[in-house]
Structure formats: structure tokens, C-alpha cells
């Protein structure tokens, strides 16, 4: 065995196949709002996982360094089985009248437009930033037992968990191969982080009007002011994000300053997951 072939990743790509027959429509906390924003993030990552996985594979062939080209590999495998498993979902989801399709059909074509125009220090930025969001929520998603508690469905539960594990162990991987190739270019992962967070709050909104309205749920006051609260109101999920999230502009910012290594660990023992 070469020595290449010897060095292994520090996380592993776990196969996972959910079967969705018999998840409920409201799955979290039976509440409408609430459900359709986890559906509506579910929309975004089978296009978005691939944009992140095409912009590594554009220059893995610059990176000379045998321990992160292993990183790069596992990260690749872990987010190819991400899209499978939302794809799965959000086929299901539509099947059953929550049309995540059309919005998932739409973010590709929106990300493709990216790959057109960015060149592939840009792409990697895009990626590094929206890695930063994941990791972020997949922290909080497994700090906050009062969130994931309420998912009352344990096959979603379990996907969503398991998701979060994967983000926080291949968060630095991005960042890394970035800060490798292009050092100090603290300009273009700033102002790329601030173009993909507003694109992305633009399209969350438009898409959740989108979910309420297509289930009949506009009206909805009493799950509406259940959602926004939860999200952005005193403790909201969102509202306790923005720090970590903003921590990304500093200057000696890492991935690995926001640790979740026994976060990780309590979730593989609960998940009963390997490695
Ligand atoms: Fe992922
Ligand atoms: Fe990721």
C-alpha cells in the first residue's frame, strides 16, 4: 500500500437510505410554517450541494497537499449523499403536494448561472460562505433540543441529525482548500459571503410565501406568528445564528473556532451512526 493510499479522512462517508412513506404532511411540531421552512431549505440542497462539489472539483487538481485531497474526497462523498437524501425527500414532499420540485428545478438553474459567470476562486467563496451557513445551523439544529425535539417524525428527525453531524465534521474543508490556494484574499470571501447570504435570504423568503400560499396557509396568523417568532423573536433559532454567522468577517476567522466536536460525538452515539 502507497503512503497516499494509507492517509485517511478525519471523517467518514456514511451510505444512508430514508424511506419517507410514512412521514406525516406537518412533521414539525404538526405546525405548518414551521415544516414548510425546513421543506423549504430541503429544496435548496440537492442544486446546492452540487454547485458546492463542482466548485471543489474545479481545483482539487491544484491542491499538492495528500491529507486535504482525502479531506476533499470525504467531503465530496458526505455531500453527494446529502443530495441524494433531500432529493428523495423533496421528490416525496411533491408527490404529496408540497411542491419543493418546482423551487429545487428553479435554485439550479440560478446556480448554473453561477457557474457560468464566477470564475473558480469566486465559486470556491460562494461555497466557503454558504459552508459557514451549514455548519452554523447544524451547530444550532444539535444545541437546540427544544428544535430538534420537535420534529415528531423520527425518520426526519434522523435525516436532519444526521445531516448536522456530516456539516460540522466537513466544515473546514472548503475554508482550507480555499485559504490554501488564495491566502490572503480576505476581499472576495467577504463581499462573495455577503452576495450568496442575500441571495439566499431573497430566495428563503420568496420561497416560504410560496410554500404557505400553494398549502392555503397564508392566513394562517396563529402559525405564522408561531414560525417567526421561533425564528426570529427573543432565543428565535435565527436570531441566535447571526453572531457565528457574522464571526465570518473577521479577519482570522476558521471554521474550527465555532467547535462542535462533542456535539458531533453525542449525535453519532443518539444516531447510533459509524465512525
Ligand atoms: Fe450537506
Ligand atoms: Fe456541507
Redesign the pocket.
Known amino acids: 500500500m502507497t503512503a497516499q493510499a494509507q492517509i485517511k479522512s478525519s471523517f467518514p462517508v456514511r451510505r444512508m437510505d430514508f424511506g419517507f412513506t410514512d412521514v406525516p404532511k406537518y412533521w414539525f411540531h404538526d405546525d405548518p410554517f414551521l415544516t414548510h421552512f425546513l421543506s423549504n431549505l430541503s429544496s435548496l440542497f440537492p442544486e446546492g450541494?452540487f454547485f458546492?462539489v463542482t466548485s471543489m472539483r474545479n481545483i482539487r487538481d491544484q491542491i499538492d497537499d495528500p491529507v486535504l485531497q482525502k479531506e476533499i474526497s470525504a467531503?465530496i462523498g458526505?455531500?453527494a449523499m446529502?443530495s441524494k437524501e433531500h432529493k428523495a425527500f423533496n421528490d416525496y414532499a411533491t408527490a404529496h403536494g408540497i411542491d419543493v420540485d418546482y423551487m429545487h428545478r428553479r435554485v439550479g438553474k440560478l446556480l448554473k448561472f453561477g457557474h457560468r459567470i464566477l470564475n473558480h476562486k469566486q465559486q470556491l467563496a460562494v461555497t466557503c460562505a454558504l459552508?459557514h451557513f451549514?455548519?452554523t445551523i447544524a451547530k444550532q439544529l444539535m444545541v437546540r433540543e427544544d428544535w430538534n425535539g420537535r420534529m415528531n417524525d423520527p425518520v426526519m428527525r434522523k435525516m436532519w441529525l444526521w445531516h448536522a453531524v456530516?456539516?460540522s465534521e466537513?466544515?473546514s474543508v472548503?475554508y482550507d482548500a480555499y485559504q490554501r490556494l488564495y491566502k490572503n484574499t480576505y476581499g472576495t470571501r467577504a463581499s462573495f459571503m455577503v452576495l450568496a447570504w442575500s441571495i439566499l435570504a431573497a430566495v428563503l423568503v420568496e420561497q416560504q410565501l410560496r410554500l404557505m400560499a400553494k398549502d392555503g396557509q397564508l392566513t394562517n396568523v396563529k402559525s405564522w406568528a408561531r414560525g417567526l417568532w421561533g425564528l426570529f423573536g427573543y432565543k428565535g433559532f435565527l436570531t441566535q445564528l447571526t453572531l457565528p454567522l457574522l464571526d465570518y468577517f473577521r479577519p482570522g476567522f476558521h471554521p474550527e473556532d465555532h467547535d462542535s466536536e462533542t456535539l458531533e460525538k453525542k449525535y453519532k452515539e443518539i444516531l447510533a451512526l459509524q465512525g
Open positions: 450541494e458546492f467531503f458526505q455531500e446529502h459552508e451549514t455548519a456530516e456539516e466537513h466544515k472548503c
